[in-house]
T-cell receptor, first 113, second 114 residues
């Protein structure tokens, strides 16, 4: 069964600290893996997209990594800011089935001053 | 990147009525989708809105309950018909220009059915 699991479910960190969010998937074959940020009351916003051949992709203070062998991805946030408080969603695109997206449950990140 | 305008942003509706949600994209896109998101939950795909033809629905969603229109490459509507409290949720429109392209989302419609 195609699944995407994220950990931790929630995380609280202090402003300025770094953190890493995890994503494990059983989707195969896959086309790409995406990380989204969803602020409360808003739609998800794309942070990174990685194909199966890419190991890392950065977007400012966000760095995503992908290990296609172990089927794991991580999102590292550097020097966190209060505005980083949001839900972070890992999404895997199926290679077949019309490119259907499989969504993780998300990690709720709270950055405290 | 595409900007998606979705309206209404929220509504409170009575049981048995219908609500049509509009989604406007500021540029032509190949694919448009409708998702549902329960509070604290992941997104669930309702259907793919196909331009000029009937939408493709996911398992558990039917056209009679969620009719969708897509008259052109920038606009789509989702209707939630004969609503019940179980339909209370956030409905999100999204759009993309290709499978490996970013999927852009609207800010959602928060629907409460009383």
């Amino acid at each position: 069964k195609n699944q995407v699991e994220q950990s931790p479910q929630s995380l609280i960190i202090l402003e300025g600290k770094n953190c890493t969010l995890q994503c494990n998937y059983t989707v195969s074959p896959f086309s790409n893996l995406r990380w989204y940020k969803q602020d409360t009351g808003r739609g998800p916003v794309s942070l990174t997209i990685m194909t199966f051949s890419e190991n890392t992709k950065s977007n400012g203070r966000y760095t995503a990594t992908l290990d296609a062998d172990t089927k794991q991805s991580s999102l590292h946030i550097t020097a966190s800011q209060l505005s980083d408080s949001a839900s972070y969603i890992c999404v895997v695109t199926l290679y077949n089935q019309g490119g259907k997206l499989i969504f993780g449950q998300g990690t709720e990140l709270s950055v405290k001053p | 990147s595409a900007v998606i305008s979705q309206k209404p942003s929220r509504d409170i509706c009575q049981r048995g009525t219908s609500l049509t949600i509009q989604c406007q994209v500021d540029s032509q896109v190949t694919m448009m989708f409708w998702y549902r998101q329960q509070p604290g939950q992941s997104l669930t795909l309702i259907a793919t809105a196909n331009q000029g033809s009937e939408a493709t629905y996911e398992s558990g969603f039917v056209i009679d309950k969620f009719p969708i229109s897509r008259p052109n490459l920038t606009f789509s509507t989702l209707t939630v018909s004969n609503m019940s409290p179980e339909d209370s949720s956030i409905y999100l429109c999204s759009a993309s220009t290709g499978r490996d392209s970013p999927l852009h989302f609207g800010n959602g419609t928060r629907l409460t059915v009383t």
